[in-house]
């Protein structure tokens, strides 16, 4: 089974520069996670979908932070502009699906995308 | 609010040594909480997970943990360690759905 895919690995950009990420999740998996890993922390979650639409969004910065996942699949976390501290590893993750209630599905991450805002 | 605590920040040990790593939370309900694992180079891995039951859990690669809820505790343990756990290490607490909120982590370096 392949895992969660995501693509670029690493990218240098210049301050108030636009970058894109883009994530593929495992096959079948309907929920999608967006992470910000600032260097010496732990991941913090930016937004999270259920098929196409948004779950959760309430810690991503939306002045300058958009993310889509238009047809349930894929998805692309986008930066304008850009800013210092936004250098970290961007994380994607899925898991099968958002349970009512409160329950637990494994969340599989990807590799990340080391961004480097100079 | 949610919290996670990891008062070690880097932990070294020799090969062979018993592992203990802390992590304390904070939260208003009962907790679903976890440990990963975070290797250079790749992704995050699920050691282990606590939903209910038994509060000594086992994981992958020899890891347990136990849950004290007296102490809000989830400590990680390991009887003998290998070179190949070297790594970061993540206490996690899930709140809501299925949202994972995470501590700031353990380096764990491995000496000969």
């Known amino acids: 089974e392949a895992g969660v895919a995501q693509s670029p690995r690493y990218k240098i950009i210049e301050k108030r520069q636009s970058v894109a990420f883009w994530c593929n999740p495992i096959?079948?998996?309907?929920?999608l996670y967006w992470y910000q890993q600032i260097l010496g922390q732990g991941p913090k979650l930016l937004i999270q979908?259920?098929?196409?639409?948004?779950?959760?969004d309430s810690q991503l910065p939306k002045d300058r932070f958009s993310a889509e996942r238009l047809k349930g699949v894929d998805s692309t976390l986008k930066i304008q502009p850009a800013k210092l501290e936004d250098s970290a590893v961007y994380l994607c993750a899925s898991s099968l699906e958002v349970a009512g209630g409160f329950y637990s599905y494994e969340q599989y991450f990807g590799p990340g995308t080391r961004l480097t805002v100079t | 609010a949610q919290s996670v605590t990891q008062p070690d920040i880097h932990i070294t040990v020799s090969e062979g040594a018993s592992l203990e790593l802390r992590c304390n939370y904070s939260y208003g309900a009962t907790p679903y909480l976890f440990w990963y694992v975070q290797s250079p180079g790749q992704g995050l891995q699920l050691l282990l997970k606590y939903f209910s039951g038994d509060t000594l859990v086992q994981g992958i690669k020899g890891f347990e943990a136990e849950f004290k809820r007296s102490q809000s505790s989830f400590n990680l343990r390991k009887p003998s360690v290998h070179w190949s756990d070297a790594a970061e290490y993540f206490c996690?607490?899930?709140?809501?759905?299925?949202?994972?909120?995470f501590g700031t982590g353990t380096r764990l370096t491995v000496i000969p």
């Open positions: 096959s079948g998996h309907a929920t």
């Open positions: 979908f259920q098929n196409n639409g948004v779950v959760d």
């Open positions: 996690v607490i899930q709140t809501g759905a299925n949202n994972l909120f």
